[in-house]
């Protein structure tokens, strides 16, 4: 399974951008980024995902470089709810159907006043 | 979109008893997946299905857990006995296979082995 690496937390400031990397240096050329989070308490909730374009969503936009061995999570006007876990995983696709998220142990973003 | 439904939300048992937890996938989907959530191991995938099948079960720690997925709205989690060092968030998440198939997780079930 390729893996990735993320800073293990980050400060970011409410109302400004939080950009939170990932590198993926083994991913394969059909291999997925796909980014989780987790607030407290909570299951992951599913955030964005992209293989060699950047994505963009009502939630966050997702940039991946051209060699694809990295990617960067932004989140365009932080607020205190974002504070959570994020995960960056490269989705695995599985013989006999289905997919596998590797979780690792991601980014906490503190967002404060 | 009622989203993956899990029960009981919280359970609290003693060692040895047999447990079961529960999950209802979203409508539609055809594949479910059960993770474990601890401070040591952090979030690992037990066991998934497609289709009601099982496909790789390689994550179940012990022959004390199994699962089993009846048809495609619902599916449990058994441990038995139970141990103190089962105690975990345990996660159920389902998706539609595809190319992009994006797993939808559920609240969890929190459990405590006394």
């Known amino acids: 399974d390729a893996k990735t690496t993320q800073p293990p937390s980050m400060d970011c400031a409410e109302g400004r951008a939080a950009n939170l990397p990932c590198n993926h240096s083994t991913i394969s050329g059909n291999e997925y980024v796909y980014w989780y989070r987790q607030i407290h308490s909570q299951g992951p909730q599913y955030i964005i995902h992209?293989?060699?374009n950047n994505e963009t969503n009502e939630m966050a936009s997702l940039i991946i470089t051209e060699d694809r061995k990295s990617s960067t999570l932004i989140l365009p006007h932080a607020t205190l709810r974002d504070t959570a876990v994020y995960y960056c995983?490269?989705?695995?696709?599985?013989?006999?159907?289905?997919?596998?998220?590797?979780f690792g142990t991601g980014t906490q973003l503190k967002v404060e006043l | 979109d009622a989203g993956v439904i899990q029960s009981p939300r919280h359970e609290v048992t003693e060692m040895g008893q047999e447990v079961t937890l529960r999950c209802k996938p979203i409508?539609?989907?055809?594949?479910l997946f059960w993770y474990r959530q601890t401070m040591m191991r952090g979030l690992e995938l037990l066991i998934y299905f497609n289709n009601n099948v099982p496909i790789d079960d390689s994550g179940m720690p012990e022959d004390r857990f199994s699962a089993k997925m009846p048809n495609a709205s619902f599916s449990t989690l058994k441990i038995q006995p139970s141990e103190p060092r089962d105690s975990a968030v345990y996660f159920c998440a389902s998706s539609l296979s595809g190319a992009t198939d994006t797993q939808y997780f559920g609240p969890g079930t929190r459990l405590t082995v006394l």
């Open positions: 992209g293989l060699k």
């Open positions: 409508s539609g989907h055809n594949s």
């Open positions: 995983i490269v989705r695995v696709i599985l013989t006999g159907g289905g997919n596998k998220l590797t």
